[in-house]
């Protein structure tokens, strides 16, 4: 609407010239041509600060894994439904970006093997053999000149402390927490920024004024 | 829009009186709070069966598995994600029905046990254990006194033998078949009508339009 507009235009310029990469959605693992391993992931926390970061100034390039979401205007999107060529796509745009925040629910494991034709089913029971997927924010922080990395960590159980100890385990100088039953899915998010000076709490809001709260957050620690 | 109004108007009112219950969409099968295994049905053929059959004069009530898309007007929606509650809700309202279409993407088998917090990734590979659902159309095709049961059949390969196969084991009176590369997440269609007398081509065209003719099919069977 409109006030949204106006109060987009007069968005604080804190990231001009920043370029920034994001990532946002679930991805898809095919097992099969139909079928896959997903998660609930939405999009919509990705696609709220990849809006907030361009009315901010920042160039923004968007890996945007499977959602049923439209691109921000003004954003450069990337389509890459894969933890495989989600990884491809964020390695081939990194060198030149100053800020990469991985908001998309990348999946964990893959199926071992992806099978050309529709499985037919006869077993009662099956096993799934599952393999580990390059973890993609772990392997931004580590190249020899990471831009600055933003990780996010969506869990059921010991937020704080799972997302404190992922932040220190992948070298990242920010992570966003939150509870999956906020975050997924829902138009608002109830989040916790931990940097190395301790846990920053953020009122319940909707996830566009989240997206605001973080960016300055991230452009006050440049 | 307005000419497409006119034309569902005058749609002949080939199912007055009658009473149809059609699935549709994906369903996701938890692995965890977060992850799931799925499948590529956008839900789009099973609603364009639910609106072209209200427009028809049937009473329809459509059972939704994930999907992204609105309900159509002046259907009843029952929001059903997983292929068990999917089961039960169609088995709950089976008894009176007159018609009956499969068209949701139902796994066929779900993650023997779906864990209550989010697995925490550890070891390089793993393995899922799965076990096998109940077929719903199989189910719904050997009651008593069943309804007319309509099943799809979304192959990559060998398409009207495994589709004539299909309708044969679970004793259906039709069945459609479609390349998943037709159908899947497409606004056209390209499909085959299956019956004791033989298979019926359809041109490819718009799911409304394919509805059409599949519901035009159905009730000159009745």
Redesign the interface.
Known sequence: DLLYLIEAYFQPKLLKGKKILITAGAT?EM???????????SGKMGYAIAQAAYEMGADVTLVSGAT?LNPPNGVRNISATSAATMYQNVMQNIASQDIFIGVA?V???SP?QTQ???I??S??????????NKDIIAEVASLPSPPFCVGFA????NLLE?AEAKRLKKKLPLIVANL??DA?GNDNNKVFLLDSNGTHPLEQAAKIEIARSLLTHVASML
Chains 1, 2 share one sequence.
């Open positions: 898809l097992i099969d041509p139909v079928r896959a391993i997903t998660n609930l992931s049923a629910a999946a964990d494991y071992a050309q034709q529709k037919k089913k077993e009662q029971s099956l096993s799934l053999e599952l393999s580990r969506a869990e059921t159980e799972y999956t039953s997924m």
